[in-house]
């Protein structure tokens, strides 16, 4: 079955710093893998998605992520965090093909001015 | 399009009612996804419908919750009595087979 480690529960970054945060997925074929941020009291809202084709995908409010099979990791990064970027973000994963789509546990983020 | 939408936003019930929690998905949309979150368990699928049939409802945690899709823009998930236990926030979400899903804004569930 499919699953998904999301290893941070936290991170604390300051405004303008870097951000990377860790999503590694278990699944034997190529799966279509998710990032989705949650702001409090809101639904999720889809950040990027990885289909196929160019490894690094592009989304919105200047994240991307990176798929690498070797390490079965689709980490998401930010080259410069703003204090709105505080949130909680979750990576997904699914097999496609109308089957389930499986949440980590989340990383909580928080941003120090 | 309005996106998912989720009726009530909030719902307080005494243990032992009924509570019926709605979803209006996205039109088009053939895949529907009742998720729980809670603070203990994070994001739990319950069950999810692929053109309105049921196909994986292992999620579902008791025979209490019940889901049903009777059309193709609409699904409602039931609660049947309910118990403190199941506070939550509970989030549908619908999408094309194969593509991104999209939640609504959750309906925020609290037994007392």
């Known amino acids: 079955a499919q699953s998904v480690t999301q290893p941070d529960i936290h991170i604390t970054v300051s405004e303008g710093a870097s951000l990377e945060l860790r999503c590694n997925y278990s699944y034997g074929a190529t799966p279509y893998l998710f990032w989705y941020v949650q702001s409090p009291g809101q639904g999720l809202q889809l950040l990027l998605k990885?289909?196929?084709?160019?490894?690094l995908v592009q989304g919105i409010k200047g994240f991307e992520a990176e798929f690498k099979r070797s390490q079965s990791s689709f980490n998401l990064r930010k080259p410069s965090v703003h204090w709105s970027d505080a949130a909680e973000y979750f990576c997904?994963?699914?097999?496609?093909?109308?089957?389930?789509?499986?949440f980590g546990t989340g990383t909580q983020l928080k941003v120090e001015l | 399009d309005a996106g998912v939408i989720q009726s009530p936003r909030h719902e307080v019930t005494e243990m032992g009612q009924e509570v019926t929690l709605r979803c209006k998905l996205i039109?088009?949309?053939?895949?529907l996804f009742w998720y729980r979150q809670t603070m203990m368990r994070g994001l739990e699928l319950l069950i999810y419908f692929n053109n309105n049939v049921p196909i994986d409802d292992s999620g579902m945690p008791e025979d209490r919750f019940s889901a049903k899709m009777p059309n193709a823009s609409f699904s409602t998930l039931k609660i049947q009595p309910s118990e403190p236990r199941d506070s939550a926030v509970y989030f549908c979400?619908?999408?094309?087979?194969?593509?991104?899903?999209?939640f609504g804004q959750g309906t925020r569930l609290t037994v007392v």
């Open positions: 990885y289909f196929s084709g160019d490894t």
């Open positions: 979400a619908s999408s094309l087979v194969s593509t991104e899903a999209f």
């Open positions: 997904a994963v699914t097999t496609g093909g109308g089957n389930k789509l499986t």
């Open positions: 039109s088009g949309h053939n895949s």
